[in-house]
């Protein structure tokens, strides 16, 4: 019979859990060539919070965004996804890591030859086959709705705006309800009132779903705006990780020149 | 430089540059580049292949994939397999009838096509045309996914790209080829015999029979199945070329070409190997 020590006992295992980066990288190297892109960083998130990767163009961003998701594999380092090491995992297995992940690519990377609801329902019908059709077709509307596409489900990539076709991205990054979303660029290439628009659409996500999320982005003002903690690359490593406050106040001679051409 | 600091546009009437020799070292360089280029392509194919293999035989299997490629590599390239086997049909029947005219051996020209069209010239026609037709559209549509990220979208989605894109494209190229030759053969065999027909009246059965006389089904059945490996080349070279493409339009182009050019290199070659096979085991 459980005792009140042992229900304790569980309860604090279940707070640690939870306090346990979701994510975590761990003094990764990474180079292209001769080029080092990522140089020793080390970052992690948890559930629940949003980390902003800001840096110049170059500075290793969305490859680090392609080595959590397992595209690319680091040269040395530890990535754990839920404290497993993922580097070096078969892809069958990685598939399985991938499930609790979703990934909304810099151009949505949308499959231009099947139309937007296609698109969405994509990954229910590899992974949902216990869904009926009509199942994935419901949970594909009420996905499009939630991120404010409501008509123009037919329509191919090809005939949609930039912004429309990000908000597609979105809807089928979270076609399997992930605990972690990797958001690459999420406003780049929009106008300001899109990009304002895509902001609010991630709050909202981020509030009703609590995943753990890490967006990548040279917009300051963007990452101010969805994000708890920002992480400023140079170099290839972590110049300064905080709020934006504790940029704000910092001292370092690279992240005072970043803030003062945002 | 020119006084704005630009560099100075070269006239054309400018004499040319003397070129001078490489440096031996340079030469070797280059050489050696070339060499671990070669090796290193022939490694990643031997990776890519296994990838394939592997997921090809591990469920959930990617039947609507599978269906949808046989149409694309199928129906689709009959028409054009079928007017390349017509034209080879004439050809072979004009050639023949004035070969075996000035030998005075006439009477052979039913079995000659008939052995002309499906031990040789059939199948190799057959391959060479899908794997312009089939190669590049699919050397070109897996590049055009490659660099446009879809490819990762599938793999970030929890999905083995190998066992959806890869695996349906050469299973369907090996299962199409026999019959797309077996289509080949027939339409040779017809303009063949309605050439020879035009000049001397011969009847289609008489032809047939004639043609057709002693043979076995060993004669002619290797021969029309070993166009299954001619399917496995252009459908792997294809995928390989195309899902690994890098570098944008250029990139897309360059998997097309290279998918077909490659592909048609290999067959040939394979064919060498082939033909002795199937002269040793199945003579």
């Known amino acids: 019979m459980a005792t009140t020590y042992d229900i304790a006992t569980k309860q604090a295992e279940h707070e640690q859990d939870s306090l346990a980066p979701v994510v975590a990288v761990e003094n990764v190297y990474k180079s292209f060539d001769s080029y080092k892109v990522l140089n020793g960083i080390s970052l992690s998130v948890n559930r629940g919070e949003t980390l902003a990767v800001l840096g110049r163009s170059g500075t290793g961003k969305s490859v680090l965004l392609r080595l959590i998701i397992g595209l690319d594999r680091p040269d040395s380092g530890a990535i754990r996804i839920h404290g497993q090491a993922i580097a070096g995992l078969a892809l069958d297995r990685m598939g399985e890591i991938r499930k609790k992940m979703g990934f909304l690519f810099q151009q949505a990377a949308l499959y231009d030859s099947l139309t937007v609801q296609e698109n ?12 009926s059709k009509s199942e994935r077709a419901d949970r594909v509307r009420q996905l499009l709705a939630e991120v404010g596409l409501d008509s123009d489900i037919d329509k191919m990539p090809s005939d949609i705006s930039g912004g429309m076709q990000k908000r597609v991205g979105l809807a089928r990054a979270l076609a399997l309800e992930p605990e972690i979303l990797l958001l690459d660029e999420p406003t780049a290439g929009l106008d300001p009132i899109s990009s304002a628009e895509i902001n609010e659409l991630i ?23 969805i994000a708890g903690r920002l992480a400023l690359l140079n170099e290839g490593d972590v110049a300064i990780e905080g709020t934006f406050e504790d940029l704000q106040q910092s001292d370092i001679g690279f992240v005072m020149e970043f803030l003062k051409q945002s | 430089m020119s006084d704005r600091g630009f560099p100075a546009v070269a006239s054309l009437n400018a004499p040319l540059p003397v070129r001078r020799p490489e440096h031996p070292s340079a030469v070797a360089g280059y050489a050696t580049k070339l060499f671990n280029g070669f090796f290193e392509w022939f490694g990643s194919l031997g990776i890519f292949s296994w990838q394939v293999l592997r997921a090809a035989v591990t469920p959930p299997y990617e039947w609507r994939e599978l269906i949808r490629q046989l149409d694309e590599v199928g129906s689709k390239s009959l028409p054009l397999v079928a007017m390349a086997g017509a034209a080879i049909g004439v050809i072979l029947s004009l050639e023949a009838r004035y070969s075996l005219s000035r030998f005075g051996a006439k009477s052979m020209f039913p079995a000659t096509l008939v052995y002309s069209v499906i031990q040789v010239m059939g199948p190799v026609v057959t391959g060479l045309v899908v794997s312009g037709r089939v190669g590049a559209g699919m050397g070109a549509e897996l590049a055009s996914m490659k660099v446009t990220e879809q490819i990762d979208a599938i793999e970030a989605s929890a999905i083995n790209p190998y066992r959806l894109l890869a695996a349906p494209r050469i299973l369907a190229c090996i299962l199409m080829l026999p019959l797309l030759t077996v289509a080949t053969d027939a339409c040779a065999l017809m303009t063949g015999w309605f050439a020879q027909a035009m000049v001397e009246p011969l009847s289609f059965h008489q032809f047939i ?22 399917g496995l ?36 070659l394979a064919d060498v190997i082939l033909v002795k096979f199937i002269l040793v085991f199945f003579s």
């Open chain 1, 120 to 131: 969405v329902v994509f990954p229910l019908e590899h992974h949902r086959r216990d869904m």
């Open chain 1, 203 to 225: 709050l909202k996500l981020q509030k009703e779903r609590r995943m753990a999320s890490i967006v990548v982005t040279h917009d300051l003002h963007s990452a101010r705006t």
């Open chain 2, 209 to 230: 029979t004639n043609g057709f006389n002693g043979a076995t089904f060993s004669a002619f059945l290797p021969q029309t199945f070993k166009t299954s490996v001619y």
């Open chain 2, 233 to 268: 080349i252009i459908g792997l070279i294809a995928c390989f070329q195309g899902m690994r493409t890098r570098g944008g339009a250029a990139g897309v182009g360059r998997a097309a070409t290279n998918s077909v050019v490659l592909a048609s290199l290999f067959l040939i």
